[in-house]
Structure formats: structure tokens, C-alpha cells
Nanobody, 116 residues
Framework: QVQLVESGGGLVQPGGSLRLSCAAS????????MGWYRQAPGNERELVAV???????RYADSVKGRFTISRDNAKNTVYLQMNSLKSEDTAVYYC??????????WGKGTLVTVSI
């Protein structure tokens, strides 16, 4: 059973930074596509960033140049470095694993609040 556990969320002022982590277990991590999604109150869940098994990345236009996704296959962990945070980045951030066999798994999410 694949399990994803996010951490690193919290309260930060506008312009600040946070780094989210997602630790995966129960899967061959290196073969999976890993992604970060977010959902703000009243909104649908949206893609933030995704990284393929070969290291290719894709970002939402709203976070390009501010957020960076990375992965450490030795630690079975994917990260999201978030800089220059804005109030509109406030959301619950979810980790998603697209496993090599097509199965999708989600973490429970971590809350990021950007506020004075």
C-alpha cells in the first residue's frame, strides 16, 4: 500500500518561503511521477508542480519562477520549495504519486497560510 505523508506547511508572511516535503512508502519511488497540488477554500484542486521519473518538470503559470519541485529518490521524498509567497498561495497542499502502473495515490495534505 502506497502511503504519502506531507509536512512543512504553516503560517508565513507574504514574501516569505516554505519548503514542503512528501515522504513516500510502499512503492518503487524512482519510477513514479510525483506532483504537488493545492486546493483553496471554494476552489477545485489544481496542479502546482509535477516531476517525472526522469526529472522533467512542469509548473502552473501562477508559480513559475517562485516554486521549485525536486526529489530525492534515495530518501523516497519529493519537495516543493516555495519562495516569494503570496496570499493567493494559501491552500491545502497535497502530494500525489502517479505510480508506474497507472495507479494514483494522494497524501492527506498540509495547510499553507500566507498572511500578515
Amino acid at each position: 500500500q502506497v502511503q504519502l505523508v506531507e509536512s512543512g506547511g504553516g503560517l508565513v508572511q507574504p514574501g516569505g518561503s516554505l519548503r514542503l516535503s512528501c515522504a513516500a512508502s510502499g512503492t518503487i519511488f524512482s519510477g513514479n511521477v510525483m506532483g504537488w497540488y493545492r486546493q483553496a477554500p471554494g476552489n477545485e484542486r489544481e496542479l502546482v508542480a509535477v516531476m517525472g521519473s526522469g526529472g522533467s518538470t512542469r509548473y502552473a503559470d501562477s508559480v513559475k519562477g517562485r516554486f521549485t519541485i525536486s526529489r530525492d529518490n534515495a530518501k523516497n521524498t519529493v519537495y516543493l520549495q516555495m519562495n516569494s509567497l503570496k496570499s493567493e498561495d494559501t491552500a491545502v497542499y497535497y502530494c500525489r504519486c502517479s505510480r508506474y502502473d497507472g495507479m494514483l495515490y494522494w497524501g492527506k495534505g498540509t495547510l499553507v497560510t500566507v498572511s500578515i
